[in-house]
C-alpha cells in the first residue's frame, strides 16, 4: 500500500534557477522539476512567483515581448504535463482584458485547471508591484481564455483530487499571507486543507525567521498545510537578494524546508496528513462556528475537480519524521522544556488542591518504582514552593509477597534524602488474613498467584493509605500514570487505580522515564537522591506483585502487556487522532522499524534504543486495542488531576468521553 492509502498527500516544492526574462529556458528548467516530482509520486509541485519570467524584471514585465514568450512557455509547460500526476502551480504575468494580473496557474495532466490573481499588491520600501499590475478585485471577469479553452479565473478557486479524499489545494501570491486576513483563511472555512503561496521575497536579514513564523502560523490558524515559496538564485540583485526559502508546515508544525542560498535548484518533498487536518477539524468546533459567520463568502467558493491517478502505485515509505516517542521531544532543548512544564503542571495542580481542601499534609506509597517516584518528587516540589515542610509528606513504602531486597531498600534511601517522613508497612499480614477469609489457596500455602492474589496486595496498600490519610488529616497522592489507564493495568477502586488527586495520570511512561533522566540532569538532588534515581530508570517495569520464579526471573509488566513505547505510541494516535488501526500499525513500523534510522532522545543509551517489525507491532496493537477498549470503566472513575499535554488525558471530564460496555469489534477488524 502506498503512502496514500493511509491518508497522505505528497507535497513538493521546487526552487529552480532563475533564467531573468528567459521563459523559454524558465519553462525547462520548471518541466524538469515537474518530472521529478512525478517521479517522487507527488500529488503537487509548487514554484515561486512570476517564475515564468522572474520576479525581479520590472518594467520589462509591461513589454509585449516579454508577454509572448510567457505564454509560449506557459504551453510547452501544459503539454509536458501529459500523464504526469502533480497539480502544479506556476507564477506567470497574466494579461486579461486590458490589465496586467500577477497569477498563480494551476496546471495539471496537459489542462490548465484555474488561474487565481494576486490580491495585494506590496507598494512600499522596495515594492512597486502597483507599478505593473492590477490586483484581484479588479478583474471584471470570472473566467479567461487560455491555450484555447475558457478555465476558472479568480481568488474563490480550491482545486479539489476526486481520488483523494481531503487534497483541496487553494493557491495565493506572495503578499496575500502577509496581510492581516490572507484569501487563504476564507479558502480554509471553504474546505482547502493544503494552501499554496508563491512568493518573490527577496531576503533581508531576520526575514527566514519571520517567514517560518508566518507559514507556521498560518497553517495553524487554519488547521491546514501551507506551501509557501520563495524565488532564489537568478534573480536580479541589482538593489536585493534572494535566497530560495520553501518551507511546507501543517497544522503548525514545519515539515521540511530548503537549504537558504542554493545555487542550485532544489525540490523539497513531504508527506502532509490529510486525515490529521480531517480529525482535528472536526474536533474544533470553534472553527465551525466562524465557517458560519463567513458562510456568505464561503459559499461563493468554486471546486474545480481533476483526478491524481494510480495513487495505489505510489511510494510505501513515508518522506517525514514519524517520532518514536510522540510525547517526547527528541531535541534537547526542547525536552528539558518539555520536562519543565510537565513538573510545573503537576506543582501547580498539587497546590491548588492543597489550597482548596485546606490540608498541609499528603500521603503516598513509594515502591522505588517510576511512577510513585515522579509523584514523590512533584510533592517535594510542591511543598518546597509552598514552603510547607517536607516532613508533612507522609510517604509509605509497603513491602508485599513479592517486594525485592533492592526495591525496598532504594524506597528508604528515597524517602531519607528527601527528607519526607518515611515508614516501611509490612503489608503480608493484613494480605494473609484477607486471602484466608477468602478461602484463597495461597493461605494453605500453595503457590497460587493469580489475579486475587496480586489484587489483594494492591488494594491493601491503598486501603491502608486512605485510612492513614483520615488518621494523619491528608490526601492520598495517586502514583498511576496514563500509561498503566490506557491498558487497565491498575487494580479498580481499593487499589491504585483510585486516590484523592493524582499528579500523575496524564502522564505517560515513555515521558516518565525521560521527566526522571532530566531531573537528574537539573543536578538538584543530593548524591543518594540521583544514585537511586539511576537505579530506577534502569530496573525492569515490575509491580512485584508475583515472587520470582525458580530462575529468578522477577515479574515483568513489559513481558505481560507489551513494550510502553509501544503502547504510548499506539495511545496517542488512537485518542488524539482517532486514527484507524491500520494507519496506526502502519505509522508504528515507519518510526521502529529500524533503530539505526531517524532520531532519538540523546539520553537514550544504544542498549535502550529497539525496534520491532510489522508482525510485533500488529500483535501489541490488537492487545492494547483490547486493554484499551475493556477497561474504560476504570478511567470513567479515575481520580481529578492535571491534564498534562494535548494528546495525553483519558479523564471523562476532559478530553475521552466513552462508554464502559463498547467492544473492540470495528478496531480489530480494521487491524486485520
Known amino acids: 500500500m ?33 518530472q521529478q516530482a512525478h517521479t517522487a509520486d507527488a500529488a503537487l509541485v509548487v514554484f515561486p512567483e512570476l517564475g515564468l519570467c522572474g520576479y525581479s524584471v520590472d518594467d520589462l514585465v509591461q513589454q509585449d515581448a516579454l508577454g509572448d514568450a510567457v505564454m509560449a512557455a506557459l504551453d510547452e509547460i501544459v503539454e509536458a504535463t501529459l500523464g504526469l500526476r502533480p497539480l502544479v502551480a506556476v507564477g506567470a504575468p497574466l494579461r486579461v482584458d486590458d490589465a496586467l494580473f500577477n497569477c498563480a496557474i494551476l496546471i495539471q495532466d496537459g489542462q490548465i485547471l484555474g488561474v487565481t490573481p494576486k490580491s495585494y499588491l506590496p507598494n512600499y520600501r522596495e515594492f512597486y508591484e502597483q507599478r505593473y499590475f492590477a490586483a484581484a478585485r479588479d478583474a471584471v471577469v470570472d473566467s479567461v481564455v487560455l491555450g484555447g479553452q475558457e478555465v476558472p479565473f479568480g481568488t474563490d478557486l480550491i482545486f479539489e483530487a476526486a481520488d483523494l479524499p481531503g487534497f483541496r489545494v487553494h493557491a495565493e501570491v506572495c503578499e496575500d499571507s502577509w496581510v492581516p486576513i490572507p484569501p487563504s483563511t476564507l ?10 503561496n508563491l512568493s518573490g521575497s527577496p531576503v533581508t536579514v531576520g526575514k527566514e525567521a519571520y517567514r517560518e513564523a508566518l507559514v507556521t502560523g498560518q497553517s495553524a490558524r487554519c488547521v491546514a498545510a501551507q506551501v509557501y ?14 535566497d530560495g526559502d520553501a518551507l511546507i508546515a501543517e497544522n503548525g508544525t514545519l515539515l521540511a524546508r530548503s537549504a537558504a542560498f542554493a545555487m542550485d535548484e532544489q525540490l523539497i518533498v513531504t508527506d502532509v496528513d490529510l486525515d490529521r487536518l480531517r480529525q482535528e477539524r472536526a474536533r474544533m468546533i470553534s472553527l465551525r462556528d466562524q465557517v458560519g459567520d463567513y458562510a456568505a463568502a464561503v459559499r461563493d467558493f468554486r471546486r474545480i475537480v481533476f483526478t491524481l491517478g494510480d495513487l495505489d502505485d505510489a511510494d510505501p515509505d513515508l518522506r517525514r519524521r514519524v517520532p518514536r516517542y510522540p510525547f517526547v521531544p527528541t531535541s534537547e532543548a526542547d525536552r528539558q522544556q518539555r520536562c519543565r512544564e510537565v513538573m510545573n503542571i503537576q506543582v501547580q495542580g498539587l497546590a491548588q488542591r492543597l489550597r482548596a481542601t485546606g490540608l498541609t499534609r499528603v500521603l503516598i506509597g513509594v515502591s522505588g518504582g517510576l511512577d510513585s517516584t515522579l509523584a514523590l518528587l512533584a510533592a517535594v516540589e510542591t511543598f518546597d514552593r509552598l514552603g510547607l515542610d517536607r516532613t508533612d509528606i507522609h510517604a509509605y513504602t509497603m513491602p508485599g509477597f513479592a517486594t525485592a531486597s533492592h526495591t525496598l531498600a532504594r524506597s528508604h534511601v528515597l524517602m531519607d534524602s528527601l527528607g519526607v517522613s518515611g515508614t516501611e508497612l509490612d503489608i503480608r499480614p493484613s494480605c494473609l488474613q484477607m486471602l484466608a477469609d477468602l478461602g484463597h489457596p495461597f493461605a494453605e500455602g500453595e503457590p497460587v498467584y493469580d489475579v486475587t492474589f496480586e489484587n489483594v496486595q494492591a488494594g491493601e496498600r491503598t486501603s491502608h493509605l486512605f485510612r492513614l490519610a483520615n488518621h494523619l488529616g491528608g490526601i492520598v497522592l495517586g502514583t498511576g500514570d496514563l500509561s498503566e489507564l490506557a491498558l487497565g493495568w491498575c487494580t479498580y477502586g481499593v487499589g491504585d487505580q483510585m486516590s484523592h488527586y493524582n499528579v500523575n495520570g496524564s502522564v505517560p511512561k515513555s515521558l516518565i522515564q525521560h521527566q526522571i533522566r532530566a531531573m537528574i540532569d537539573a543536578g538538584s538532588y543530593l548524591p543518594e537522591t540521583t544514585a537511586a534515581l539511576r537505579e530506577i530508570l534502569a530496573d525492569v517495569i515490575t509491580p512485584e506483585l508475583i515472587p520470582p520464579g525458580e530462575d529468578g526471573a522477577v515479574q515483568s509488566t513489559e513481558d505481560t502487556v507489551g513494550p510502553y513505547e509501544l503502547h504510548d505510541f499506539f495511545l496517542y494516535y488512537l485518542t488524539r487522532f482517532g486514527y484507524r488501526p491500520a494507519k496506526i500499525a502502519y505509522l508504528a513500523e515507519q518510526a521502529w522499524r529500524d533503530k539505526n534510522t531517524g532520531h532519538w532522545p540523546s539520553m537514550m543509551a544504544d542498549d535502550e534504543r ?29 481520580p481529578n488531576g492535571p491534564k498534562i499535554g494535548s494528546g495525553g488525558s483519558l479523564s471523562p471530564r476532559g478530553d475521552w468521553r466513552a462508554p464502559s460496555d463498547a467492544p473492540a469489534t470495528v478496531w480489530l477488524d480494521g487491524l486485520k
Open 2 to 34: 502506498s503512502v496514500y492509502s493511509h491518508g497522505f498527500a505528497r507535497i513538493a516544492a521546487a526552487v529552480p534557477l532563475v533564467a531573468l526574462a528567459d521563459p523559454q529556458r524558465n519553462a525547462e528548467r520548471t518541466i524538469a522539476l515537474i
Open 610 to 638: 529497539n525496534e520491532y517489525d510489522a508482525a510485533t507491532i500488529a500483535r501489541w496493537l490488537e492487545v492494547f486495542l483490547r486493554r484499551f477498549m475493556a477497561n474504560q470503566f476504570k478511567r470513567t472513575a479515575m
Open 187 to 196: 479558502a480554509s472555512l471553504a474546505g482547502a486543507t493544503v494552501l499554496v
Open 229 to 242: 515559496v520563495a524565488s532564489g538564485f537568478g534573480e536580479s540583485t541589482t538593489d536585493l537578494a534572494w
